[in-house]
């Protein structure tokens, strides 16, 4: 373990530093950790111990005071502890201090001996009866049930780690007046619905009764209309990607369905479901970019990354225990010269690229990178396509499976050219930030056509074309009433060809967005003022807008690739400035306008 030294030395700071200040009281409730974000520029804001009723934006250092960010305070506390006794766990295993035991001991207690005290709540709203009145459902300790069942894993694990160091008496107390409460009495209720949320759930109560062997809690997440199985059955793409659209979702089902199957016996009912996940772990990695950067559709976390979710694969690899194929992505992701981006809510312990997870379950892991590229792919049942060739990777969303979490982007695409990020999917700030409904989930700041100035209605599946190797055709309909998309790309060696028609039998006013995330220079034409007229639906926050006159000839240098956009000049062309993620940034945006019914837009790079 000589090379883990800086690591461990790191996490029994953290874990001294965390347990010596740590206090709750059942009288806080935990407010929903997607408010806690600044509602300037969107970044989240600083978590610190110290700190529970000032909460400061780590970018713009404005100071953010009151009840919303108190309870959501709150949450990141106990979650924090969550995490924290996990560790302490392991400390108290691998060095027999008995100060690591204690920490853990003293907050598991304190939760059991307290967890009918707490309120029953969603958010920031006492709950008296409707257990899944919100989406979220419902918690005691935690803001949500989704929560509540994340902290239940966590719990688990810390418990499975620690075994009989705890007296008779201890688990007992902590099983009947902690976990079976938890269960029985707000968690099982909320097994209602095909989604991420149930899966965390179903997980905590499965992993609690394996560790209890209480058959009754197997039963809730193995039997009935919205099993494990059937979550997986019916909630995974037959391309293996998680049916929300979302490449952070799928990964944060994968993290609680992983968690679960460590245990052996969970395995032997889950013959069937372990080729799904594997196939899920195997998906993710071919839908990233060669980069290792994921294309990012729909809501989730911006700038994400395989190494992102390194302790995932790390926990696949104590599941499929000596599989050369989840093995070796792990070795290459490891290799990725790409900078690891954590994510702002519920951020596993990292040391640089290792997880905690790379220590519990793989830590003498010798695999070889893969050499071998990525292709095309269709991912036609999850509304996505990739091409690829030497330089160029291009992806593209045409379509929806459901409603959660979508966002209103019909036919948006992504584009890497030599690795670099030129055009990209923005996610969104947390969900209670004002930033991300006024603009990362707006039709306006993706690579879409909007009409009207509206965002798109439809969250509706779209359908394939064609698709080889180097292009791809699709189209979707009614994504306004009365209005068809589609949308076709063509990749050589060194061009890319985008032809988006637009279908209507009503005269429209129609807007072609380009937003570019290298420094571009137009050529040709002369810029004035401009205004795009539209004061909503994302547009408000649409800066500097200058209008292209007196030209017939229109194109955009776009410098970090030396390539060349050419566009059809049969529009009205204007350049601005759009929010990025967080939005103390911007990056800018060509916008082409038409009206009339039935038009095209075409547009061709040139390398």
Not at 480 to 504: C, H, K, M, N
Not at 566 to 579: H, N, P, R, S
């Amino acid at each position: 373990m000589k090379k883990y030294e800086d690591m461990i030395k790191d996490m029994e700071e953290s874990v001294t530093q965390f347990f010596n200040h740590f206090q709750d009281t059942p009288g806080l409730l935990s407010g929903w950790g997607h408010n806690y974000f600044c509602e300037v520029d969107g970044e989240k804001l600083t978590f610190k111990q110290s700190s529970p009723r000032i909460h400061k934006c780590g970018i713009c250092d404005y100071e953010y005071t009151g009840e919303k960010y108190d309870d959501s305070w709150v949450y990141l506390n106990r979650l924090q502890s969550f995490f924290e006794i996990v560790k302490a766990a392991y400390f108290y295993k691998q060095t027999d201090n008995e100060a690591y035991l204690n920490h853990a001991r003293k907050t598991l207690l304190y939760y059991a001996e307290n967890y009918a005290k707490f309120q029953l709540h969603a958010k920031d709203k006492i709950i008296t009866s409707d257990l899944t009145v919100d989406v979220g459902g419902a918690g005691k300790i935690m803001p949500q049930g989704l929560n509540e069942g994340y902290m239940l894993i966590k719990i688990i694990q810390a418990l499975d780690i620690l075994g009989d160091s705890l007296s008779v008496e201890e688990r007992l107390m902590i099983k009947e007046q902690l976990i079976r409460p938890a269960i029985e009495e707000v968690l099982a209720p909320q097994l209602i619905r095909i989604h991420n949320i149930v899966c965390w759930i179903a997980c905590g109560i499965a992993a609690a009764g394996f560790h209890f062997d209480e058959q009754k809690w197997i039963d809730y997440a193995f039997v009935g209309e919205f099993k494990i199985a059937n979550q997986l059955k019916d909630g995974v793409t037959k391309n293996h990607l998680w049916y929300e659209g979302s490449i952070h979702y799928h990964f944060f089902m994968l993290e609680a369905v992983l968690n679960l199957m460590v245990y052996q016996e969970a395995m032997a009912l889950m013959a069937d479901e372990k080729a799904i996940v594997k196939k899920m772990l195997i998906g993710a990695y071919e839908y990233a970019f060669d980069n290792s950067i994921f294309p990012n559709p729909n809501d989730g976390w911006p700038n994400i990354n395989l190494k992102t979710y390194l302790h995932v694969y790390h926990m696949a690899a104590k599941v499929f225990k000596g599989c050369n194929d989840i093995l070796d992505i792990i070795a290459t992701i490891e290799a990725s010269e790409v900078k690891r981006m954590p994510i702002p809510l519920g951020e596993p312990y990292y040391y640089g690229d290792w997880p905690l997870e790379k220590l519990l379950f793989n830590s003498e892991s010798k695999a070889k990178a893969l050499e071998s590229k990525r292709k095309s792919y269709l991912f036609g049942d999850s509304n996505f396509a990739m091409l690829r060739n030497d330089r160029i990777n291009l992806f593209m969303k045409f379509g929806h499976n459901d409603p959660s979490h979508a966002h209103p982007d019909k036919m948006t695409f992504e584009l890497t050219i030599d690795d670099k990020l030129i055009t990209r999917d923005l996610s969104n700030a947390g969900y209670g930030a004002d930033i991300c409904n006024e603009w990362h989930r707006m039709s306006a700041s993706h690579n879409t056509v909007v009409v009207d100035g509206k965002n798109h209605d439809n969250v509706a599946p779209g359908r394939t074309l064609s698709f080889t190797e180097a292009s791809v055709s699709a189209e979707c309909v009614e994504i306004y009433p009365g209005v068809d998309f589609s949308r076709e790309f063509e990749l050589s060696a060194t061009t890319i060809q985008d032809v988006f028609s637009v279908t209507s039998a009503e005269e429209h006013v129609y807007d072609y967005f380009l937003h570019i995330d290298e420094t571009i220079k137009p050529v040709g034409g002369k810029s004035v003022k401009g205004t795009l007229g539209f004061e909503e639906n994302g547009y408000q926050h649409i800066k500097n807008v200058k209008k292209v006159t007196g030209t017939k000839k229109f194109k955009i240098l776009v410098k970090g690739v030396t390539a060349e956009i050419t566009v059809d000049t049969d529009a009205e062309i204007f350049i601005c400035e759009t929010l990025d993620n967080p939005v103390n940034k911007c990056r800018q945006t060509i916008v082409l306008r038409k009206k009339g019914k039935n038009v095209d837009f075409t547009a061709t790079w040139k390398l």
